[in-house]
């Protein structure tokens, strides 16, 4: 989050949330490997990638969230996938059972336990839009 990337850029909060792409290209060029900004609209950034998750909602700003975004993302690369293509998938599956606890339990009953309860439903949901849109170009 701008707190976490502040600190390792030398930069106020307000400054990273002011220019996130910036800061999380800044983070890239600086430490190299894959990089993820947390907030609303997620970024990850790589070599020759960006990818800014349009899920996620207020009510995801909450103790432990960051804690449930980090192991969903450890399990999409224990899971045999790249660094980068984990963070993506990790922080997109992350906003989308977020998304499915507002819209059930509304803001203020998302919880980061909640959030880790609606991952295999967020999951299947992310894997069977896939297959749709897959079908939908190749049909």
């Known amino acids: 989050h701008p707190g ?10 307000a400054e990273v949330q002011s220019a996130r792409l ?7 060029d600086r430490l190299g490997g894959s990089v993820l900004l947390k907030g609303s609209r997620t970024i990850v950034v790589s070599k020759g990638i ?5 899920l996620g909602n207020p009510g ?3 103790a432990g969230m960051g804690d449930v975004l980090a192991g969903v993302c ?3 690369a224990a899971w045999c996938m790249d660094v980068c293509r984990a963070l993506c998938c990790g922080a997109y599956v ?3 059972a ?3 606890v507002a819209d059930l339990e509304g803001m203020d009953g998302v919880t980061a336990s909640k959030v880790v309860e609606a991952i295999a439903t967020a999951v299947r949901g992310a894997r069977e839009g896939f297959e749709e ?4 170009r190749l049909g």
């Open 4 to 13: 976490e990337m502040g600190r390792l850029l030398g930069m106020s909060p």
């Open 22 to 28: 910036r800061s999380a290209r800044e983070a890239l």
């Open 50 to 54: 960006l990818a800014v998750v349009p």
């Open 60 to 62: 995801m700003a909450t």
């Open 74 to 76: 450890g399990a999409f």
């Open 94 to 96: 992350h906003a989308l």
């Open 98 to 100: 977020g998304d499915l």
């Open 133 to 136: 849109e897959q079908e939908g």
